[in-house]
């Protein structure tokens, strides 16, 4: 019944930026009432965290990896979260995932919700 949507991803060169958006959907999903959270994978590789923010008042978190080069925020009006992404490197290479969850949390198994994902690749 909710649905997450991801989209912003594609080829990119290192050094560049990206700007991704997740939508939220759902006639019972309270978005503004939900944490949201930005997490990645590459295949052989366990699911890793990379950013989330709280519904209120809107506190963040960020894996050490991508501190300083990436930001999270969101639109409760649009019910849209996005994750801004400067200075790609080549291990920022993953499938990129929204999540909602109750709480603000780096714990992939604390969210409720999860989107299809969109590809990122970072060349060198």
């Known amino acids: 019944q909710v649905q997450l949507v991801e989209s912003g991803g594609g080829l990119v060169q290192a050094g560049g930026s990206l700007r991704l958006s997740c939508a939220a959907s759902g006639r019972t999903f309270s978005f503004s009432t939900y944490s949201m959270g930005w997490f990645r994978q590459t295949p052989g590789k366990e699911r890793e965290f990379v950013a989330a923010?709280?519904?209120?008042?809107?506190?963040?978190i960020y894996a050490d990896s991508v501190k300083g080069r990436f930001t999270i925020s969101r639109d409760n009006a649009k019910r849209t979260v996005y994750l801004q992404m400067n200075n790609l490197k080549p291990e920022d290479t993953a499938v990129y995932y929204c999540?909602?969850?109750?709480?603000?949390?780096?714990?992939?198994?604390?969210?409720?919700?999860w989107g299809p994902g969109t590809p990122v690749t970072v060349s060198s």
């Open positions: 999540a909602a969850g109750r709480s603000r949390t780096g714990r992939d198994t604390d969210y409720d919700y």
């Open positions: 923010i709280s519904w209120n008042p809107g506190s963040t």
